[in-house]
Structures are given as structure tokens and as C-alpha cells.
């Protein structure tokens, strides 16, 4: 079992609907957890940061956490073709002044089309 | 505010040569760690260095080796360069109060 799963994709959506990743971790002493968006050719850009059960929002994201089912989710309200790129979804064992390490999924491609 | 930055962007080497590359942390973060992204796959964790020690590693050979200085910027040396190190080598900086990790624009190294 991979530490950190998602759905390679691609995911299609239109302009202006919702799009739902989803990620699934394996190490319940996970801590800390990250959406990174990541363009082609580009570096990630962190996006999104949860660290408790619940919803946390953001403007047009959403990011979900659910621990006891060692899932994260993230929702992109009103698409925009802007949006397509690959979401990376991260995990880090490591919670306040314990550094841990990024563990990461192999992304989700999103592609918003006009 | 400078973010995190990388050098050099791009990088031709030949087999069984050496590179290093080079990283400078966001302002006010003291932890670095080098990533790995191999095409169409996530960053894999190399390793991390705070207060100039490497305080962990992940699955990497000793080829891969690093140092962070007093200023809290970070080298990453290969040796004896395979092709299957080909790949976008990413710096990530992180201040200790949080594990929040904000990436450079990466270097992309092309072994030949």
C-alpha cells in the first residue's frame, strides 16, 4: 500500500462547477496535511494547509480532513480554466516544532474547460 | 519578500560527472529539505537539513549528498551522475514553528 494515494486522473470539470480530489494516506501518525498545485513545467505551489478533523476554506478552496478514515479532500468551487494543473496531495508526520517530511502523492490532473 | 530561490534552472551533465545545486530559504525559515520529482510523479524527499546538520534522509543512495551553511541557504551534491538521475530537483523551506514548506522554482537537471 502506497503511503499517499490519489486518482491520477484526469479529472474533467466544466467552467464554474465543482471539482472534488481526494487523497488517502496509509500512517495514522500522519499530522499535518497539504494541497500543492503544481503547473506544468512548474514548481508546487502550496495551496491549502490542514491539520484538524473538519473543513478548512479559502476562498474558492475547501480542504477536508478526516482522520479516522486517513482522508483528505479538497473542492474547488466556481472552476476556472486557470485552475488546470496537478494537485498534489502531502502528508508530514512531523506537527509544530517536530519537523517531519513531505510525503507526497503522485497528483491529480485537473483540466477545467471553457 | 524574496521566496525561495534555486540555482541554476537548467543543467546539462554527462554520466559519472558531479553537480551541485544550490537553494536559498525564504526569509525567516531556517530548514531546508531537497525533493526529487521524476516526470508524472510526486516529489520524493531526499533529505533535510536544520542548524547545518542533515537531521533526516529518505531512500536515497550516498551519492546524494548535501550541506546548509550559517545563513541558512543549502547545497545538494551528486556524484558519479547516473541517467536515471534526471529528473527536477526541488528545494523546500520551512520555518520551525510549522511544517509549512513553500518550494523554489526547482532546477531541472538533464543527464546525458
Known amino acids: 500500500q502506497k503511503e499517499v494515494e490519489q486518482n491520477s486522473g484526469p479529472l474533467s470539470v466544466p467552467e464554474g462547477a465543482i471539482a472534488s480530489l481526494n487523497c488517502t494516506y496509509s500512517?495514522?501518525?500522519?499530522?499535518?496535511f497539504f494541497w500543492y498545485r503544481q503547473y506544468s513545467g512548474k514548481s508546487p505551489e502550496l495551496i491549502m494547509s490542514?491539520?484538524?478533523?473538519g473543513d478548512k476554506e479559502d476562498g474558492r478552496f475547501t480542504a477536508q480532513l478526516n482522520k479516522a478514515s486517513q482522508y483528505v479532500s479538497l473542492l474547488i468551487r466556481d472552476s476556472q480554466p486557470s485552475d488546470s494543473a496537478t494537485y498534489l496531495c502531502?502528508?508530514?508526520?512531523?506537527?509544530?516544532?517536530?519537523?517531519?517530511?513531505?510525503?507526497f502523492g503522485k497528483g491529480t490532473k485537473l483540466s477545467v474547460k471553457p | 519578500d524574496a521566496g525561495v530561490t534555486q540555482s541554476p534552472t537548467h543543467l546539462i551533465k554527462t554520466r559519472g560527472q558531479q553537480v551541485t545545486l544550490r537553494c536559498s530559504p525564504k526569509?525567516?525559515?531556517?530548514?531546508v529539505s531537497w525533493y526529487q520529482q521524476a516526470l508524472g510523479q510526486g516529489p520524493q524527499f531526499i533529505f533535510q537539513?536544520?542548524?547545518?546538520?542533515?537531521?533526516q534522509r529518505g531512500n536515497f543512495p550516498d551519492r546524494f549528498s548535501g550541506h546548509q551553511f550559517p545563513n541558512y541557504s543549502s547545497e545538494l551534491n551528486v556524484n558519479a551522475l547516473l541517467l536515471g538521475d534526471s529528473a527536477l530537483y526541488l528545494c523546500?523551506?520551512?520555518?520551525?514553528?510549522?511544517?509549512?514548506?513553500?518550494f523554489g522554482q526547482g532546477t531541472r537537471l538533464t543527464v546525458v
Open positions: 490542514i491539520y484538524s478533523n
Open positions: 526569509s525567516g525559515h531556517d530548514t
Open positions: 500512517d495514522r501518525g500522519s499530522q499535518s
Open positions: 537539513y536544520y542548524e547545518e546538520e542533515e537531521r
Open positions: 523546500a523551506s520551512s520555518p520551525t514553528v510549522n511544517t509549512e514548506a513553500f
Open positions: 502531502a502528508v508530514n508526520k512531523g506537527y509544530g516544532g517536530s519537523q517531519g517530511n513531505l510525503i
